[in-house]
T-cell receptor, first 107, second 113 residues
Framework: SQQGEEDPQALSIQEGENATMNCSYK?????LQWYRQNSGRGLVHLILIRSNEREKHSGRLRVTLDTSKKSSSLLITASRAADTASYFC???????FGAGTRLTVKP | KAGVTQTPRYLIKTRGQQVTLSCSPI?????VSWYQQTPGQGLQFLFE???????NKGNFPGRFSGRQFSNSRSEMNVSTLELGDSALYLC????????????FGQGTRLTVV
């Protein structure tokens, strides 16, 4: 069974808006990673957050981690049409992803 | 340095045949994981190899098998192909077993007719 589970399954927003997606996981982790997949291609690493971190920023990305709830969130600010993709999360030590969140950013 | 290379990129096979897909990880990476992605089932974990040993295995039938060579290159094999095996097969490599970023290949698009 998957270790990372993303929510919502689909999200549609207008360009310029913020997008928030959530991730829950099952096991204890050393760190958790978020990936993006453009249609029909391989996954691309976005950001890694360690278990002793609560928040991490990378450009327009902000990731939070709550190990007590076994959950994480990914915020994309000022979204662009190029952010349209599927987003996956998972612990580094057990990369069994969920179905992902399909984000559509409308121009 | 070169990224993760999967070959072939596209493949068409007939039901009942078998297929072997190849993944060359980034140089120095010792862990390779395989995933199947279909529109209906999403991204599903097949198995992970680390230093030639299978460490984790997903919930797939025995028709799906894999191996890893001493140079960390990995192959996966699917025997007695079914129409439902049509999918994008992705492999990912990591430097070691834990705590590191995974790099994905572009995938092999398998179509079973």
């Amino acid at each position: 069974s998957q270790q990372g589970e993303e929510d919502p399954q689909a999200l549609s927003i207008q360009e310029g808006e913020n997008a928030t997606m959530n991730c829950s996981y099952k096991t204890s982790i050393n760190n958790l990673q978020w990936y993006r997949q453009n249609s029909g291609r391989g996954l691309v690493h976005l950001i890694l957050i360690r278990s002793n971190e609560r928040e991490k920023h990378s450009g327009r990305l902000r990731v939070t981690l709550d190990t007590s709830k076994k959950s994480s969130s990914l915020l994309i600010t000022a979204s662009r049409a190029a952010d349209t993709a599927s987003y996956f999360c998972g612990p580094s030590n057990d990369m069994r992803f969920g179905a992902g969140t399909r984000l559509t950013v409308k121009p | 340095k070169a990224g993760v290379t999967q070959t072939p990129r596209y493949l068409i096979k007939t039901r009942g045949q078998q297929v072997t897909l190849s993944c060359s990880p980034i140089s120095g990476h010792r862990s390779v994981s395989w995933y199947q992605q279909t529109p209906g089932q999403g991204l599903q974990f097949l198995f992970e190899y680390f230093s030639e040993t299978q460490r984790n295995k997903g919930n797939f039938p025995g028709r799906f098998s894999g191996r890893q060579f001493s140079n960390s290159r990995s192959e996966m094999n699917v025997s007695t192909l079914e129409l439902g095996d049509s999918a994008l097969y992705l492999c990912a490599s990591t430097r070691d077993a834990m705590n590191t970023e995974a790099f994905f290949g572009q995938g092999t698009r398998l179509t079973v007719v």
